[in-house]
Structures are given as structure tokens and as C-alpha cells.
């Protein structure tokens, strides 16, 4: 995969391409009922899943995620995915 530069205004892409990415690896490719508040965890992911999102995520944007931040809070939905990594994002830049 091929890390990213996001700019703001590409924070949109971070949410669709992991929309892409999570229909293709766990829906078969159905993202008709992948909304941006969908809960994933349980429903669409589990454990095993949690992982391979988290390995796509710091592959494709281009960041760190710590043991720590792997929770509910960052990625249960897509609308959190697409928080999480913009921040993580602005945080390697600031460093």
C-alpha cells in the first residue's frame, strides 16, 4: 500500500478509503450498509479484524497507532477512524 500526505481538505478520503478497504476485506465488497456511524466492532470486525484495520491504517496514512489507542473511542465507526487518523496525522507533523 502507498502512504498518504493529508491535507484537511482530504480528510474525506481517510474515511473512504477505509469504507473501501473494510467492505472489501470483511463485507465481500457490500458497503451499501457501511454508514460513517456504523458500529464495527462486534458487527462488522472482530478482534482479528481490529488488527488488520489498525496494520491498513498506519500502512495507508502513514501513522503510528500505540497499543493504548486501539479502543472503541478511535475506531468503532468510521466517522471516529476518520477523527483518529486526522489527528494522528496533525500530531506527526507538529513532531
Known amino acids: 500500500m ?3 500526505n493529508i491535507s484537511t481538505s482530504q480528510a474525506p478520503d481517510i474515511e473512504n478509503d477505509t ?3 473494510l467492505a472489501d476485506t470483511f463485507l465481500y465488497g ?4 457501511l454508514h460513517a ?3 464495527l466492532l ?5 478482534s482479528h479484524g481490529v488488527v ?3 496494520v491498513f491504517l498506519q500502512d495507508r496514512f502513514g501513522i503510528m497507532v500505540k497499543d ?3 479502543t472503541t473511542d ?8 476518520a477523527a483518529f487518523v486526522h489527528k494522528k496525522i496533525n500530531e506527526k507533523r507538529e513532531n
Open 52 to 54: 488488520e484495520l489498525v
Open 68 to 70: 493504548e489507542e486501539v
Open 2 to 4: 502507498q502512504t498518504m
Open 42 to 46: 462486534d458487527t462488522v470486525i472482530d
Open 30 to 33: 457490500r458497503n451499501e450498509e
Open 37 to 39: 456511524d456504523t458500529p
Open 19 to 21: 469504507r473501501a478497504f
Open 74 to 81: 478511535n475506531l468503532n465507526s468510521l466517522n471516529r477512524i
